[in-house]
């Protein structure tokens, strides 16, 4: 079955640097790649929808790759501030109709 | 857009009574809602998916019994936990999806203790 990896452990970033958060799956390539923004006691906000025949999208100071080669996706948050600090979810889907599968989430701080 | 809603945000109730938890799509129909429970530092865990005016599709391992599913309209899903027992407190997501979109929209999630 298809399983996904986040980085289990926080990662901490100065405040104006870029954070990298990655995203590994195993088996097949999904349709779909996801990433959501979870607070502590809230629900996921989603961010981005990244396709298989996408390379790259970006939102804002949020960038999203897809390397279906490496099964692998990074999130890119530039000029990072405190209130970027979340536990981010990466999910996929196979196709269209398929349930979400959702990652464990990597805690980012943003240290001021 | 594609605001979700969630009622109540917590409750705490004693054990063997029944707890209803109501999810709505504020501005958008929601042919597709789902249910996931999560515990604390863990990963979304999906207990149903849930369609209108259809009964519910349970993961393994849920017992439909125990977490009855209505889909009553395009708007307004519920989970109801009947004979709530400690082992049932958890933080419950709801989140609903705007077909054809891909993308879910998560109510804030309730939070049940059981005492």
């Known amino acids: 079955s298809q399983k996904i990896e986040q980085n289990s452990e926080a990662l901490n970033i100065q405040e104006g640097k870029t954070a990298t958060l990655t995203c590994n799956y195993t088996?097949?390539?999904?349709?779909?790649l996801q990433w959501y923004r979870q607070d502590p006691g809230r629900g996921p906000v989603f961010l981005l929808l990244i396709r298989e025949n996408e390379k790259e999208k970006r939102k804002e100071r949020l960038k999203v790759t897809f390397d279906t080669t490496l099964k692998q996706s990074l999130f890119h948050i530039t000029a990072s501030q405190p209130a970027d600090s979340a536990t981010y979810l990466c999910a996929l889907a196979m196709n269209r109709d398929d349930k979400i599968i959702f990652g464990k989430g990597t805690r980012l701080h943003i240290l001021p | 857009g594609a605001v979700v809603s969630q009622h109540p945000s917590r409750v705490i109730c004693k054990s063997g009574t029944s707890v209803k938890i109501e999810c709505r799509s504020l501005d958008f129909q929601a042919t597709t809602m789902f249910w996931y429970r999560q515990f604390p530092k863990k990963s979304l865990m999906l207990m149903a998916t849930s369609n209108e005016g259809s009964k519910a599709t349970y993961e393994q391992g849920v017992e439909k019994d125990k977490f009855l599913i209505n889909h009553a309209s395009l708007t307004l899903s519920t989970l109801t936990v009947t004979s709530a027992h400690p082992e049932d407190s958890s933080f419950y997501i709801c989140?609903?999806?705007?077909?054809?979109?891909?993308?879910?929209?998560f109510g804030p999630g309730t939070r049940l203790t059981v005492l």
């Open positions: 989140s609903a999806r705007d077909v054809p979109r891909i993308e879910q929209f």
């Open positions: 088996n097949y390539s999904p349709a779909y």
